[in-house]
């Protein structure tokens, strides 16, 4: 069994010198020892410091994007090997904002999941449906569609180095989790589909969910053995929350 992972998702939060301020005040609050894997992903432009300041931290790196061609007159776009060279270990794809403000479709989504695990940078992949996707009782459709369309052609080898993040676009910013009912049904049919397509173990690949997670609900959703961490947004912008979530995650192995 994998430890539970949290990633804190900065969106576009935090100037370089905010996210220097963030990381010390953060580090005196978290146990180096904790069991849980924790993941932040600031703005391209706090990479840098963040590489820094967290040298002598059990703390990973992630984007919350990236191009997916590996180097090239792409003005604006920022490549697998830039990332690994700042130290990223992850990367946030196909996240509903992308989605909707940018366009991403699955297909593009994919593209980008293959040049990132080419270049040794693990996929945070998020599915989430929308509410009237909901309402309209094609929760399971959607998911199914935006998984397959997402990891098409990834071999089960290199889909061990994958994390799913269930984020329902309702729950997203509005403060309106999903219950852990809502999110352990979709988790499972997450799993089941991975199980199938892939033939890979569920207990090999962490799924997480996010939308309005924060040290309030964190206790409750994480006793689902179905929700493995969580991709948390506002909540993960305060040191103080932040660490409490990864607490949440910590007594939920006891
Ligand atoms: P909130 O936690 O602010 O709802 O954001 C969730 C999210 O989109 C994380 O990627």
Redesign the pocket.
């Known amino acids: 069994m994998q430890p539970p992972l949290i990633v804190g998702?900065w969106?576009m939060y935090k100037t370089a010198s905010e996210g220097r301020e963030f990381i010390r005040d953060f580090l005196k609050l978290h146990t180096s020892q904790s069991p849980v894997d924790v993941v932040i992903a600031p703005p391209f432009t706090a990479l840098q410091a963040l590489h820094d300041a967290l040298q002598s931290s059990s703390i990973s790196l992630a984007a919350q994007n990236v191009f997916c061609e590996h180097e090239g007159a792409f003005t604006g776009e920022i490549s697998p090997p830039m990332l690994r060279d700042l130290g990223c270990t992850s990367v946030?794809l196909g996240?509903?904002?992308r989605r909707q403000h940018f366009g991403e479709d699955n297909d593009l989504i994919n593209r980008k999941v293959h040049s990132a695990l080419s270049h040794q940078l693990r996929p945070i992949l998020?599915v989430g449906e929308l509410l009237e996707e909901r309402e309209a009782g094609q929760t399971n459709a959607v998911i199914k569609k935006q998984l397959l369309g997402g990891l098409k052609d990834v071999s089960a080898e290199h889909m061990v180095q994958v994390t799913i993040?269930y984020?329902p676009v309702w729950?997203?910013?509005?403060g309106k989790a999903a219950t852990v009912d809502q999110a352990t049904e979709v988790h499972s049919l997450i799993g089941a589909i991975l199980e199938s397509t892939w033939e890979t173990k569920r207990e090999a690949i962490r799924i997480l969910y996010?939308?309005?997670?924060?040290p309030d609900n964190a206790d409750i959703l994480f006793q689902s053995p179905q929700i493995n961490g969580a991709?948390?947004?506002?909540?993960?912008l305060n040191p103080d929350s932040f660490v409490k979530i990864i607490g949440s995650a910590h007594r939920s192995l006891n």
């Open positions: 998702n969106k946030i996240h509903s904002e998020c993040a984020e729950a997203i910013g509005t996010g939308g309005s997670v924060n991709l948390v947004g506002k909540a993960c």
